[in-house]
């Protein structure tokens, strides 16, 4: 089954070095998950200084600076990954770095038909 594993921290929660080595821990994960078959793809997220979100109403679109919601901690990154259950999910989401200083949040992910493949 697909995880997304959504990884949820304050901005300012590591130093640029922090967040480099980080980089670094997180491409290694990436490099073991995929070797046992189990990575789909992962990608920092840039500041939500730089996000937009998009909302429909009666047909008209609102276009607005920033995130939908405030909060403490903001979505910066996602591992994609398959797991054998929501117990292997949670022994992965415990590797990766984020987890140390923010919240992984895990959500299995509903195949849909008629999707394009990768």
């Known amino acids: 089954?697909?995880?997304?594993?959504?990884?949820?921290?304050?901005?300012?929660?590591?130093?640029?070095?922090?967040?480099?080595?980080?980089?670094?821990?997180?491409?290694q994960l990436a490099q073991e998950l995929h070797a046992k078959g189990q990575f789909l793809s992962t990608a920092p997220l840039h500041s939500i200084a730089t996000s937009t979100s998009v909302r429909v109403r009666d047909g008209k679109p609102f276009v607005t600076d920033g995130p939908f919601a405030e909060a403490r901690e903001q979505l910066g990154g996602f591992f994609l990954i398959d797991a054998q259950d929501l117990d292997e999910a949670i022994a992965i989401a415990t590797q990766i770095p984020g987890a140390r200083v923010g919240t992984?949040?895990?959500r299995p992910v509903i195949e849909v038909a008629g999707l394009p493949e990768p």
């Open 104 to 106: 992984v949040e895990i």
């Open 1 to 27: 089954m697909k995880y997304m594993l959504l990884i949820y921290m304050a901005e300012n929660a590591l130093s640029e070095v922090e967040r480099e080595h980080c980089y670094v821990e997180s491409a």
